[in-house]
């Protein structure tokens, strides 16, 4: 079993680059067109995902790369959606319903 290790660290090594390469945004990809880095990846298996994940993305640094994405924000904390609120309460029921 053991000597069947390092062939299947190469094979998970390629499917987490080239998942990471597919989820990756094109503008977040460096160097090379997407398809390429795929193709790279694919074809080189122990060099190709190394050389993606050290060079072919824009890495934010450590704790900031899902700051800056948009966030889902519960109703109750989102103050457009506790103004529009106001603003239908304010109203007051619509006559028009049927």
């Known amino acids: 079993m053991l000597r069947y290790l390092p062939f299947l660290l190469i094979i998970a090594l390629t499917i987490y680059a080239f998942i990471d390469c597919l989820n990756t945004p094109e503008e977040e990809v460096k160097h090379l067109p997407k398809v390429v880095w795929v193709i790279i ?12 994940l050290f060079a072919g993305r824009k890495r934010a640094a450590a704790g900031l790369g899902r700051a ?13 959606f506790l ?9 007051g029921p619509d006559k028009d319903a049927d």
């Open 41 to 52: 990846i694919l074809l080189f298996s122990i060099v190709g995902p190394v050389v993606w």
């Open 68 to 80: 800056r994405r948009a966030q889902w924000v519960a109703p109750d904390d989102n103050p457009e």
């Open 83 to 91: 103004k529009r609120l106001r603003e239908e309460q304010e109203k």
